[in-house]
């Protein structure tokens, strides 16, 4: 039907197609104007156009820093210096800032969605015959999830993950018991949305909270803690300073003047802070508020007691000499030890000179933290400093007997039997059991566990009277519980 000839054009026509080079796009004239009408950004909208300075700007910041590493070779760069107050960089990452923490803080469950997420675990859980206990397996755990999407939206769906499901102790059946998981999904909204509050007051976006910052967010939460509702508007900046500088005493161990934001999330302090919740002080016993640092009760008994050692001893210049702070607790801290504690922990005054140095009231309440807290790593490094006499970083023989010397003349002042220095020496050293047979270390009072009752037998006459009373003072605790 087809003659040769119609089939050998056909073949030509293809190898003369293949031959010509289809030219490349860049080349081709209406392409080239196309891309430099738009790169001049005629005809484009305000959005476009701002789009496309964007762009323009980025690809120049882009090229600067290739050139810049190019030029420093493998080194990358460890610094980079904050924008100027009031520049238009320091402007715009406040901004971004603030949109961000917007935008996480929308994210986060309200009240009202903390609410329904309670009805529905409770209405679709089983009950554990032998302890009662509400529980659900991974199929409620699913279902309650769909159903809680439903009602509350996507954002509780990050709760309800397998893995936060295994993170639970678990049944025989596999069941995990509500409760527990609903005090999770509380704990992880109130730290995500304190992190937040951080952030904002947080200045210089470094993650660090300066004091006069920590005391801001605290001066926040005021008004949302029903035991300080009440707290007079004269106290509300003592109290700040003073519940700021727990924070500090444990998450600012090298005492930099600045507390990491995550560590302040994670200390026990914010939690202790946080049971000011509880509606009423009839809740709380009377001793739980005197042990509560942050507690209004404990903040003015501080106050006060700092006010009357300033007014009687030194004229009420709102500090302390060292005539003052021996006045402390009954005065029975020893001589010795209020000394190292102006030589290692209060500054130096203007005019220079041992005679100068006063204690102010953040020290002040450092000392307190210190002598309340023996048992903390915090606390106790705060008073191994100042039991080390020498500055070596250990106690010898010698250290112990020169720091119990004051004790045992109180002890006997007190009208208490006569003991002698050595043996209490030798019983130091078989409570704290230290690596090297000569030497006492911070680590050494750590590791025993018994740190804070050595440092006590050390500085206070009262607390030697303690430690050697142990046994009445045990039994007279137990007789109550026995009634």
Known sequence: MYSGSSDGESHEAVAAAAQRKIPPASSMPWVRNLRRYIGSGVGLGPEALMELETKRILLDIFKEKQQKSAAAGTIPSFYKKKPEEGSISSKVQRLAKCRFLKKQSD??????????MWVCLRENCVIDDATGAEKMNYEDFCHIQSICTEQIGPKCRRFFS???FMKFEKDEQGRIAILPFYLYVMRTVSLTQARIDMSEIDEDSDGFLQPQEMQQYIH??????AQLRDMPAAFVGTY????????????????????????ILLSNCLQELMELHQESEEEVTDTEQAENWFSLTSAQRICDMFLALAKDMNGGHGTLSKQALREYADGTLTDIFIERVFDEHVGRGKGGGASAREM???????FV???????????????FRCLDLQGRGYLTTADIHTLFRDVHQKWIEGGNYELCIEDVRDEIWDMVKPADPLKVTLADLLGCKQGGTVASML???????????????LQEE????EE
């Open 107 to 116: 994210l986060l469950l309200n009240t009202d969605d903390l609410d329904v």
């Open 162 to 164: 397998p893995s936060n």
């Open 220 to 225: 926040g939460l005021i008004p949302n803690l």
């Open 240 to 263: 700040c300073r003073i519940a700021a500088r727990k924070f500090f005493f444990f998450c600012d161990p090298q005492r930099r003047g600045k507390a990491c934001i995550k560590k």
């Open 360 to 366: 102010d009231f953040e020290c002040f309440l450092d």
């Open 369 to 383: 933290l210190a002598l309340e807290n023996k048992d903390t790593p915090e606390g106790l490094t705060y008073l």
């Open 459 to 473: 500085i206070d006459v009262r607390g030697f009277w303690a430690h050697d009373n142990r046994e009445n003072l």
């Open 478 to 481: 137990e007789e109550p519980e």
